[in-house]
């Protein structure tokens, strides 16, 4: 899940951010099934930075349990290396991962 500032909609391809992103971590090695990924985002439209500009894109990861920190720490820096090149001029740009505690559940058709 992406949250950015709502002007970024109308000054980025967000679609193609959730494309690339969503490309990027099915190739990973870590996720076994594309069905599980899953990249949207939301618009902020009230919002105060510590910084200038202020504008901001934050990315949420969230992963099933498991995962060694170093792959964790990979993926993660692939997608702020996404950001920053998709979104060179924004202001605040994050990543957080956290995992899918159970009881996590899904339905899918």
């Known amino acids: 899940m992406i949250e950015h500032s709502a002007e970024l909609k109308a000054t980025h391809d967000l679609q193609g951010l ?23 985002t939301i618009a ?20 099933l349990p498991g995962r060694e920190q170093a792959v964790r720490e990979t993926m993660a820096r692939m997608i702020l ?4 090149a ?3 001029e924004v202001g605040s740009l994050t990543v957080r991962l956290d995992d899918l505690n159970p009881p996590y559940l899904k339905r899918m058709l």
């Open 18 to 40: 959730c494309e690339r992103l969503f490309d990027m971590l099915v190739a990973h090695p870590s996720v076994g099934d594309p069905a599980s990924v899953r990249v949207r």
């Open 44 to 63: 902020c439209t009230e919002y105060r930075l510590g910084v200038d500009p202020q504008s901001f894109a934050h990315a949420t990861l969230l992963l």
């Open 81 to 84: 290396d996404e950001l920053e």
């Open 86 to 88: 998709a979104m060179p």
